[in-house]
């Protein structure tokens, strides 16, 4: 017999009415020694497993526990209780695995309320809840998404290095990467530590970008993008921010900045209608969470809408397209800023945006996501597009509410003249960055693209609020366990 999940059962249930079936997976509670609630991951949804005391071993209902493994034979016949379709009449019960019960009592298994504090410190354990298992979902239905789209419009996936020479980028604080022994470190007569005698004989990091890369891609293949893990040391304990996360990185030869600004917004809502169109089993259990959430909260701070309905209005409107230097009028005349309200007061032009601001302009002022563009050269990285103003550069940012920036992208310098230029102001060493120069030396055309940080998406999607809840195993200041 083939094995089923309880998610293919249920989406067919009908042409398994009155079959014997197997099915396996970990009981998540079990009633008046009768009924069993089964999972296997594969769907929220649990099948009911209807055991008959009388014809089994005593042994075996003792150890149908919460959380341990059960494979189970039994025929698929309309269940008679209210809340589900089908049930399992079980003919033969195996226990794989029992439990430890008294191990269990301090786990997240154990069937009641737990923070998300203590979900994170068993985050080996969190794939068993319900609410990580509809993450977790859609997660993966995000992930596959993302390069459906690319894959449907004729973009090339590309896997730009984790280990990097190249550090110019300026994106955020590096890890470094080395096989030194940490108790003798070779140094050279001047005492500097000499890289040289290092593995790759030079110094090398773990990539915060794979952009620089993936420019060169996209100049001999057109559209590429990148989906791979990144690495910053910043050392900012945000709910938006990890050590390790997931990064996809579009490139486009021949785009510009109105181009990528269109590209990121249909990529966006590409994605969440995708989700909305395949997670709605697990949108719906969020949707639930979202709103209980929401009525702890003071009135004043509750969301204007549903999870779902979030999500929907978002792929319905067009997001506002608004310059940096109108944002700035906007901030300086909002009550916020004159009543000193924010952490950090907008003095004016060449400001850099803080979240607060973002989030003012998204979730107070326009009430929809908004394309920020055309941000001051001084804020953003060197190898962003000088306007015509010569105080500008052909950068945007996507912002969204509950989040603040959620892409970050740009059309890039192709003149190699303003390039270099602008390299020896901002310190950047067009030696060290040689093949970068090259791309521009041998046919250099416009092109655009940008970054999203995959946990923020998901972060959005789910409704979940902190960003160590979106990703398996996070990596933060301090923790690395796992
Ligand atoms: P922020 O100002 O929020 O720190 P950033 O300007 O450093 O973002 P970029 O360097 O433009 O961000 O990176 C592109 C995208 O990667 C961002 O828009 C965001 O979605 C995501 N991102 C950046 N840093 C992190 C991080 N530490 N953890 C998770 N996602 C991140
Ligand atoms: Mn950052």
């Known amino acids: 017999m083939n094995k089923m999940t309880i998610s293919e059962l249920l989406v067919d249930y009908k042409k398994f009415l009155h079959h014997d079936i197997t099915i396996q997976g970990w009981v998540r509670a079990f009633r008046s020694n009768r009924f069993v609630a089964l999972n296997d991951g594969s769907t929220i949804n649990n099948l009911q497993i209807v055991v008959d005391f009388e014809n089994f071993d005593e042994n075996i209902i003792k150890n149908i526990n919460t959380a341990s493994s059960l494979k189970i034979e039994g025929e698929v016949v309309e269940s008679q209780g209210s809340g589900q379709t089908i049930e399992i009449i079980a003919k033969k019960i195996c226990i794989l695995g029992d439990n430890f019960t008294e191990e269990l009592q301090s786990t997240i298994l154990q069937p009641k309320k737990h923070s998300l504090e203590k979900l994170r410190e068993q985050a080996h354990l969190r794939f068993r809840t319900n609410l990580f298992g509809a993450v977790f979902r859609v997660r993966h239905a995000i992930s596959f998404a993302i390069h459906s789209f690319f894959n449907d419009r004729q973009f090339f996936y590309i896997n730009t290095p984790l280990i990097t020479g190249a550090d110019a980028e300026g994106a955020g604080e590096m890890f470094g990467v080395s096989n030194f022994d940490f108790n003798n470190i070779p140094r050279d007569e001047n005492g500097e530590v000499d890289y040289s005698q290092d593995f790759f004989g030079r110094k090398t990091n773990l ?166 563009f055309d941000y001051p050269k001084d804020i953003k990285a060197f190898y962003m597009r000088m306007n015509e103003d010569n105080k500008t550069v052909a950068a945007m940012d996507v912002l969204f509410p509950g989040i603040g920036e959620i892409i970050g992208g740009s059309q890039r310098e192709e003149r190699i003249d303003v390039l270099r230029q602008k390299m020896q102001e901002m310190h950047v060493d067009e030696k060290e960055l040689w093949w970068y120069m090259d791309t521009r030396k041998f046919g250099s055309v416009p092109h655009a693209g940008f970054g999203l940080g995959l946990e923020r998406l998901v972060l959005f999607i789910t409704g979940m609020t902190n960003i160590r809840d979106v990703i398996p195993f996070p990596r933060y200041p301090k923790n690395a366990e796992f």
């Open 207 to 372: 990539t915060v970008s794979g952009q620089l890369e993936g420019e060169t891609a996209a100049m001999g293949l057109g559209r590429i993008y990148t989906f791979g893990p990144t690495f910053r040391a910043e050392n900012s304990n945000t709910t938006r921010h990890l050590a390790e996360f997931w990064m996809i990185e579009p490139e486009v030869a021949f785009n510009n900045l109105e181009d990528n600004i269109d590209l990121a917004e249909d990529f966006l809502k590409y994605v969440i209608q995708y989700v909305l169109d395949h997670c709605k089993d697990d949108l719906q259990f969020l949707d639930k969470r979202f709103a209980e959430d929401q009525k702890q909260k003071p009135e004043k701070e509750r969301a204007k809408e549903g999870l779902i309905e979030k999500l929907e209005n978002v792929v319905a409107k067009r997001f506002k397209r608004v310059s940096y230097t109108e944002a700035i009028e906007i901030l300086l005349n909002s009550k916020e800023n004159k009543k000193r309200k924010f952490v950090y007061p907008i003095e004016g032009w060449g400001a850099d945006l803080q979240s607060e601001h973002e989030r003012y302009l998204v979730e107070k002022h326009f009430e929809s996501p908004v394309v920020l």
